[in-house]
Protein backbone atom coordinates (compact mmCIF):
# COMPACT_ATOMS: atom_id res chain seq x y z
CA UNK A 1 0.00 0.00 0.00
CA UNK A 2 0.98 3.94 -0.78
CA UNK A 3 3.34 5.13 2.38
CA UNK A 4 1.11 8.06 2.34
CA UNK A 5 -2.10 5.95 2.74
CA UNK A 6 -0.50 4.11 5.75
CA UNK A 7 0.22 7.12 7.19
CA UNK A 8 -2.91 8.96 7.00
CA UNK A 9 -4.76 5.62 8.10
CA UNK A 10 -2.52 5.85 11.20
CA UNK A 11 -2.97 9.26 12.16
CA UNK A 12 -6.78 9.09 11.45
CA UNK A 13 -7.03 5.84 13.96
CA UNK A 14 -4.96 7.68 16.94
CA UNK A 15 -7.00 10.78 16.32
CA UNK A 16 -10.46 9.35 16.09
CA UNK A 17 -9.88 6.98 18.98
CA UNK A 18 -8.38 10.30 21.20
CA UNK A 19 -11.35 12.10 19.87
CA UNK A 20 -14.20 9.52 20.33
CA UNK A 21 -12.85 8.94 23.92
CA UNK A 22 -12.65 12.74 24.33
CA UNK A 23 -16.45 13.15 23.46
CA UNK A 24 -16.26 13.74 19.87
CA UNK A 25 -20.07 14.27 18.67
CA UNK A 26 -21.49 12.97 16.21
CA UNK A 27 -21.71 15.53 13.19
CA UNK A 28 -17.87 15.61 13.89
CA UNK A 29 -17.29 11.92 13.52
CA UNK A 30 -19.56 11.89 9.92
CA UNK A 31 -17.10 14.86 8.68
CA UNK A 32 -14.14 13.00 9.04
CA UNK A 33 -15.20 9.99 8.04
CA UNK A 34 -16.19 11.47 5.36
CA UNK A 35 -13.23 13.43 4.93
CA UNK A 36 -11.21 10.59 4.63
CA UNK A 37 -13.32 8.40 2.25
CA UNK A 38 -12.48 11.27 0.18
CA UNK A 39 -8.64 12.18 0.18
CA UNK A 40 -8.22 7.74 0.02
CA UNK A 41 -10.96 7.63 -2.69
CA UNK A 42 -8.99 10.52 -4.89
CA UNK A 43 -5.52 8.89 -3.90
CA UNK A 44 -6.35 5.84 -5.03
CA UNK A 45 -7.93 7.00 -8.30
CA UNK A 46 -5.40 9.64 -8.94
CA UNK A 47 -7.71 12.36 -9.54
CA UNK A 48 -6.01 15.72 -9.11
CA UNK A 49 -9.29 17.84 -8.68
CA UNK A 50 -13.17 17.05 -7.80
CA UNK A 51 -14.16 17.62 -11.60
CA UNK A 52 -12.63 14.22 -13.07
CA UNK A 53 -15.10 12.47 -10.38
CA UNK A 54 -17.72 11.35 -12.54
CA UNK A 55 -21.50 10.71 -11.67
CA UNK A 56 -21.03 6.67 -10.54
CA UNK A 57 -18.22 7.91 -8.74
CA UNK A 58 -20.40 10.02 -6.75
CA UNK A 59 -23.34 7.03 -6.33
CA UNK A 60 -20.47 4.94 -5.31
CA UNK A 61 -19.14 7.68 -2.48
CA UNK A 62 -22.35 8.13 -1.48
CA UNK A 63 -22.97 4.65 -0.61
CA UNK A 64 -19.82 4.31 1.40
CA UNK A 65 -20.14 6.78 2.89
CA UNK A 66 -23.74 5.73 4.42
CA UNK A 67 -22.37 2.61 4.68
CA UNK A 68 -19.68 3.66 7.11
CA UNK A 69 -21.54 6.08 8.81
CA UNK A 70 -24.75 3.77 9.59
CA UNK A 71 -23.33 2.58 12.89
CA UNK A 72 -22.46 6.83 14.14
CA UNK A 73 -25.07 6.74 16.71
CA UNK A 74 -23.96 3.56 18.36
CA UNK A 75 -20.19 4.21 18.04
CA UNK A 76 -20.88 7.61 19.92
CA UNK A 77 -22.88 5.85 22.48
CA UNK A 78 -20.12 3.26 23.43
CA UNK A 79 -17.46 5.97 23.53
CA UNK A 80 -19.76 8.02 25.95
CA UNK A 81 -19.74 5.26 28.23
CA UNK A 82 -16.04 5.04 28.65
CA UNK A 83 -15.25 2.33 26.52
CA UNK A 84 -11.69 2.39 24.98
CA UNK A 85 -12.44 3.10 21.25
CA UNK A 86 -9.07 1.46 19.50
CA UNK A 87 -10.81 -1.35 17.94
CA UNK A 88 -13.51 1.00 16.81
CA UNK A 89 -11.07 3.51 15.07
CA UNK A 90 -9.14 0.19 13.75
CA UNK A 91 -12.67 -0.69 11.70
CA UNK A 92 -13.78 2.56 10.78
CA UNK A 93 -9.95 3.38 8.82
CA UNK A 94 -10.48 -0.14 7.54
CA UNK A 95 -13.59 0.48 5.62
CA UNK A 96 -12.70 3.76 4.87
CA UNK A 97 -9.23 1.80 3.13
CA UNK A 98 -11.85 0.31 1.54
CA UNK A 99 -12.50 3.84 -0.75
CA UNK A 100 -9.00 3.25 -1.64
CA UNK A 101 -8.66 -0.15 -3.18
CA UNK A 102 -11.96 0.30 -5.19
CA UNK A 103 -10.38 3.54 -6.74
CA UNK A 104 -6.92 1.98 -7.43
CA UNK A 105 -9.26 -0.87 -9.27
CA UNK A 106 -11.75 1.29 -11.09
CA UNK A 107 -10.05 4.47 -11.33
CA UNK A 108 -6.25 4.19 -10.63
CA UNK A 109 -5.01 2.91 -13.82
CA UNK A 110 -5.37 1.20 -17.82
CA UNK A 111 -7.92 -1.52 -17.96
CA UNK A 112 -4.82 -4.31 -19.28
CA UNK A 113 -2.56 -3.66 -16.30
CA UNK A 114 -2.13 -6.79 -14.51
CA UNK A 115 -3.35 -6.22 -10.51
CA UNK A 116 -3.25 -8.63 -8.06
CA UNK A 117 -5.00 -9.44 -4.32
CA UNK A 118 -2.80 -9.52 -2.07
CA UNK A 119 -3.54 -11.34 1.12
CA UNK A 120 -2.76 -9.17 4.48
CA UNK A 121 -1.46 -10.27 7.45
CA UNK A 122 -4.51 -11.55 9.35
CA UNK A 123 -6.84 -14.21 8.92
CA UNK A 124 -8.64 -14.48 5.80
CA UNK A 125 -12.20 -14.98 4.56
CA UNK A 126 -13.01 -17.62 1.17
CA UNK A 127 -13.81 -14.51 -1.02
CA UNK A 128 -10.19 -13.01 -0.20
CA UNK A 129 -8.96 -16.47 0.03
CA UNK A 130 -10.24 -17.14 -3.61
CA UNK A 131 -9.47 -13.69 -5.14
CA UNK A 132 -5.84 -13.97 -3.89
CA UNK A 133 -5.94 -17.23 -5.54
CA UNK A 134 -6.07 -16.07 -9.04
CA UNK A 135 -3.10 -14.53 -9.01
CA UNK A 136 -2.34 -11.22 -11.54
CA UNK A 137 -5.86 -10.33 -13.81
CA UNK A 138 -6.16 -7.67 -16.11
CA UNK A 139 -7.33 -4.45 -13.90
CA UNK A 140 -10.84 -4.72 -16.06
CA UNK A 141 -11.30 -8.18 -14.51
CA UNK A 142 -11.00 -6.58 -10.98
CA UNK A 143 -13.53 -3.31 -11.87
CA UNK A 144 -15.78 -5.84 -13.22
CA UNK A 145 -15.81 -7.53 -9.87
CA UNK A 146 -15.45 -4.73 -7.85
CA UNK A 147 -18.25 -3.14 -9.85
CA UNK A 148 -20.60 -5.91 -10.24
CA UNK A 149 -20.11 -8.22 -7.13
CA UNK A 150 -18.71 -5.05 -4.80
CA UNK A 151 -16.13 -7.25 -3.95
CA UNK A 152 -12.25 -5.14 -3.30
CA UNK A 153 -10.05 -5.28 -0.89
CA UNK A 154 -11.82 -4.29 2.58
CA UNK A 155 -15.52 -4.04 1.20
CA UNK A 156 -18.54 -4.73 3.75
CA UNK A 157 -19.62 -6.89 0.97
CA UNK A 158 -16.75 -9.92 0.97
CA UNK A 159 -17.60 -12.84 3.33
CA UNK A 160 -15.09 -10.76 6.20
CA UNK A 161 -17.19 -7.80 5.85
CA UNK A 162 -13.71 -6.17 5.30
CA UNK A 163 -13.60 -4.85 8.37
CA UNK A 164 -10.26 -6.63 9.99
CA UNK A 165 -9.07 -7.28 6.22
CA UNK A 166 -5.66 -6.10 5.14
CA UNK A 167 -5.53 -7.15 1.57
CA UNK A 168 -4.39 -4.95 -0.95
CA UNK A 169 -4.39 -4.95 -4.65
CA UNK A 170 -0.52 -4.96 -6.42
CA UNK A 171 0.64 -4.83 -9.81
CA UNK A 172 1.43 -8.18 -11.26
CA UNK A 173 5.62 -7.40 -10.23
CA UNK A 174 4.81 -7.24 -6.41
CA UNK A 175 4.96 -3.37 -6.48
CA UNK A 176 2.24 -1.49 -4.35
CA UNK A 177 -0.42 0.45 -6.34
CA UNK A 178 -0.69 4.00 -6.46
Not at 34 to 63: H, K, M, Q, V
Request: with cysteine; hydrophobic share 35%.
Amino acid sequence: MNKDVEKILADFRESIQAELEAGMSESDLKEKVLALILLLFALGSGYETSEYISGEDREWLDEMYKMTVASTAGIIARASSGADMEATAIKLSNHAKGAYSYSIIVNGGEDEEMMKWELGETEHCGDCFAYAAMGAQPRSYWTMIATERNHYPQSPHLECKGLHCQCNMVGDDGDQEN
